[in-house]
């Protein structure tokens, strides 16, 4: 049987000096197919895994995490053909109209920053809850005010923020989720399928923004669409999401009392997923109990362990209040600012491509509002498919350095591993083809070639350019393991002003340099400024984090025994 991977492993294999002798790849393949037929829970030597949920399980959470993130990016764009509808039913101007949108994208920027601190502190599946019972009683009153006789923008654009608020965390969320449960040799098959699924939102939205406001003449049924949508994801949420935070319950075994069934034990942790039969669960107060179960009949001592016990759970609730300004030390960290810096202005780039399909292919080639919502179909379908491409390739090249390092590739652990190295190996084909393809795309338009070539160059560098996305975001969380909500977060808030930055130059310098000109400025631009950041963080980046890392150990206060 193949031998388990834990924590506790990998401290004395390196103690020893010496790696492993089986062959990291063939270890690999062994332990997988074991997993196929051991229980998560078990392990050779008895010693616990890094989490109970096994591959079933996994498939399960990618499913439900990959619906749950299509509602941000679904109701920022199914917006988008909305604009001049609403302008004629609130009897407001374009500036008043455009003014719904830069609030509801501020929103979205800014609320990961206090969500994923929460998220990573009470739980996932509670924060996931509250921010969807949130967005859909946002929709559904977006909906009630559009069909009512007295329409109040007021109240669209306040909903509309509430309904940003609402949707915010997604992304922080599954980042969190797939760290919680997966080792990093194993994420790539769960990232890549979950944001795949978001990216398809992105372009589908304004596809069915603008079939049905084309099919009923009003937004309403559009902000039914997405109360729908939302109601449906917090049902999946409700009964099939269990809690996988890592300071909640552990490997996920953690947290639960086996004589307490009840529904608030149900809402907090949800299902009971790959529980070990027999198994006594921890719950947060466990050291409080066996605290008191121990004190004798000295009254010294029971006023002693009341003393500790007080100590421990105020510690304990001062150490879980959520932070919205610890993002800041992430983004601001030396080897994080790099990373976010590559992940998001590829994102931002791909932001300008599709921001500017509307007005491409209706001044153009004089294109229906509805033939331009399906010109994002090509691209969303090689994104959706990339993903399922993009994890198992991440993997690999996982197990390929972890191979040549001659370390464990079934190891949670990235201290003294070469992550950066791992994530961003292979990486430059991509790199130079994504930019070649969005320049290509920008001469395309401007010699008005048939609409087939650029909508062919849209679904080839799309796909590319996600491999990038898949890749750096996945590092992001490979080196915040403690916070991966957090720094999902951090770069939600980066690539957002990034992208606004980028659209808000796009049309003044469109219109100043022609498509050709200005696609190619920003490859040249983004493009040299990212090459050379890839090349920094493969020379300095792995040296910058254990530096960081180290600073943080320094500064954890000492524990007195």
Same mark, same amino acid.
């Given at each position: ?15 020893? $000096? ?32 890094? !989490? ?26 199914? *917006? ?7 302008? %004629? ?9 455009? +003014? ?31 921010? *969807? ?57 769960? #990232? @890549? /399928? ?36 939302? =109601? %449906?994801?917090? #049902? ?37 997923? $790959?529980?070990?039969?027999? +198994? ?32 421990? =759970? ?5 150490? #879980? ?7 800041? !030390? ?20 791909? *932001?300008? #491509? ?18 331009? @919502? ?17 994890? /198992?390739?991440?993997? *690999? ?64 560098? @799309? ?33 957002? $002003? ?9 049309? /003044? ?21 990212? $090459? ?30």
């Amino acid at each position: 049987m193949a031998e388990r991977n834990t924590e506790s492993e990998e401290p004395r294999a390196h103690a020893q $000096g010496t790696p492993r002798a089986a062959d990291p790849v063939t270890l690999s393949a062994s332990t997988a197919t074991a997993e196929a037929v051991m229980p998560p829970t078990a392990s050779q030597d008895g010693s616990k895994p890094y !989490s109970i949920f096994s591959t079933r399980h996994r498939k399960i959470l990618t499913a439900i995490l990959g619906i749950a993130s299509i509602a941000s990016p679904l109701s920022t764009n199914i *917006y988008l053909p909305l604009l001049p509808l609403l302008q %004629t039913q609130y009897r407001s101007s374009a500036q008043a109209i455009n +003014l719904t949108l830069t609030l509801y994208v501020v929103v979205q920027a800014v609320m990961p920053a206090f969500f994923a601190p929460a998220a990573d502190a009470h739980g996932r599946r509670l924060i996931s809850i509250i921010t *969807y019972i949130i967005f859909t009683v946002a929709s559904l009153g977006l909906a009630i005010n559009d069909v009512s006789g007295n329409r109040s923008y007021v109240a669209l654009i306040l909903l509309r923020a509430i309904s940003a608020l609402g949707v915010s965390a997604c992304a922080s969320i599954t980042y969190g989720v797939v760290s919680d449960v997966c080792i990093p040799a194993q994420r790539g098959t769960m #990232v @890549g /399928p979950a944001i795949s699924a978001a990216n398809v939102g992105t372009v589908v939205g304004p596809v069915v923004g603008g079939l049905i406001a084309w099919r009923t003449g009003s937004g309403a049924w559009v902000f039914f669409t997405l109360a729908i949508f939302g =109601a %449906t994801s917090l #049902v999946l949420m409700v009964f099939l999401l269990p809690e996988t935070a890592r300071s909640v319950v552990g490997d996920g075994s953690e947290g639960r009392r086996p004589e307490e069934k009840g529904w608030k034990e149900f809402v907090l942790l949800g299902p009971r997923w $790959g529980q070990r039969p027999g +198994l006594e669960a921890e719950d947060g107060n466990r050291a409080e109990r066996e605290l008191h179960g121990a004190a004798t009949s000295e009254k010294h001592a029971s006023k002693t362990h009341a003393q500790a016990a007080s100590a421990a =759970a105020k510690a304990k609730k001062k150490s #879980v209040v959520p932070n919205p300004f610890s993002c800041l !030390s992430i983004i601001l960290a030396r080897d994080t600012a790099l990373i976010l810096w590559l992940a998001s202005c590829n994102y931002a780039v791909w *932001y300008c #491509v599709t921001a500017s399909i509307p007005q491409i292919y209706a001044d153009i080639y004089g294109w229906s509002e509805l033939n331009i @919502g399906l010109a994002y179909l090509p691209a969303a379908i090689t994104i959706f498919a990339s993903g399922f491409i993009t994890g /198992p390739w991440n993997n *690999y090249k996982y197990r390929k350095t972890a191979r040549e390092e001659g370390v464990p590739a079934d190891s949670h652990r990235v201290d003294g591993f070469p992550i950066e190295k791992a994530r961003v190996r292979q990486l430059w084909p991509s790199f130079v083809c994504t930019h070649i393809g969005i320049t290509g795309l920008g001469w395309a338009v401007q010699q008005r070639a048939h609409p087939a070539i650029p909508l062919v160059i849209q679904a080839i560098t @799309g796909c590319i350019q996600s491999t990038l996305f898949f890749a750096f975001n996945t590092l992001l969380v490979d080196v915040h393991p403690a916070r991966p909500s957090t720094a999902s977060a951090a770069a939600s808030l980066v690539r957002s $002003g990034l992208s606004g930055i980028g659209v808000a130059i796009l049309q /003044p310098l469109a219109d100043a340099l022609g498509w050709g000109w200005y696609f190619t400025l920003m490859s040249l631009v983004v493009g040299c400024l990212q $090459g050379v950041g890839i090349f920094v963080l493969l020379r300095w980046g792995r040296g910058w984090r254990e530096q960081r890392r180290a600073a943080e150990e320094a500064r954890k206060p000492m524990t007195t025994l």
